[in-house]
């Protein structure tokens, strides 16, 4: 999947990706449950979505349920997809109407049946919008998707498809979850820790790391400014020598 980049300015990324962490422990702060955190980081979404719109990001990825998150108890992955489907159920449209590409990524298998068809009809709505390109990582682990990417390459190679010579970087890429965006530029935390949880892992190699201290529903439209700032101020190097101004 591209985009038409004409309109985007040099110092702007192409990608971002944001690990969403703080919804537990700002509800916590504030004596609510759980499930209220969780609610507000949607809402924190709705402005991150809306700022990378207005500031002319064509892709944005936003960590929304690891696959590490199946273990917490029942009632709060209860919660949580049921927040995923209230949104795809009043929200979808309005993403469309914004021109927003609706792209899931991860292990969706691990969803009931009708969970994944309001996946699958949200993606059909939105295929063809070309403003921003929102994808939403769910059930979803580095790990895994690296993992599922090597099944995928091997049954090639046993079928006759593929042959050992013919595995390189860009190939192994168009395996993964995220085959045809761009990795991503830049790779943001909330909740001021310091990790990248699983998150991305091939396509992180060379993505600027922001970390934030703000918890997700906190995050706003002048924390996105604060992150495209310092992405500016950065001398990427892809592991080149730095110039000689640097």
Avoid at 30 to 40: D, E, N, S
Avoid at 54 to 73: C, D, I, K, M
């Amino acid at each position: 999947m591209s985009l038409q980049l004409a309109d985007k300015k040099p110092s702007v990324p192409s990608h971002v990706a944001i690990i969403m962490d703080g919804n537990g422990r700002w509800a916590c702060e504030r004596g609510l449950p759980r499930l209220a955190g969780h609610r507000a980081g949607a809402e924190a979404v709705g402005r991150c979505i809306r700022a990378a719109i207005q500031r002319g990001v064509p892709y944005l990825t936003l960590y929304a349920f690891s696959s590490e998150n199946w273990s917490r108890g029942p009632k709060e992955v209860s919660d949580l997809t049921g927040l995923l489907r209230y949104y795809l159920r009043h929200k979808v449209k309005e993403l469309h109407t914004e021109g927003v590409c609706l792209r899931f990524i991860g292990d969706l298998s691990r969803f009931e049946p009708a969970l994944r068809d309001e996946l699958s009809r949200a993606e059909a709505m939105t295929r063809n919008n070309k403003r921003l390109v929102l994808l939403l990582a769910l059930s979803y682990g580095g790990r895994g998707d690296i993992m599922q990417a090597v099944r995928r390459v091997a049954q090639e190679v046993r079928d006759g498809w593929l042959t050992p010579d013919q595995i390189n970087e860009d190939l192994f890429t168009n395996h993964l979850w995220t085959a045809g965006v761009p990795d991503p530029d830049v790779m943001v935390r909330t909740s001021g820790e310091y990790r990248l949880s699983n998150f991305l892992l091939w396509q992180s190699a060379y993505a600027e790391l922001v970390f934030l201290d703000v918890f997700w529903p906190d995050f706003n439209e002048g924390h996105f400014a604060t992150v495209l700032d310092l992405y500016a101020r950065r001398e990427r190097r892809f592991g080149a020598r730095p110039s000689a101004s640097a």
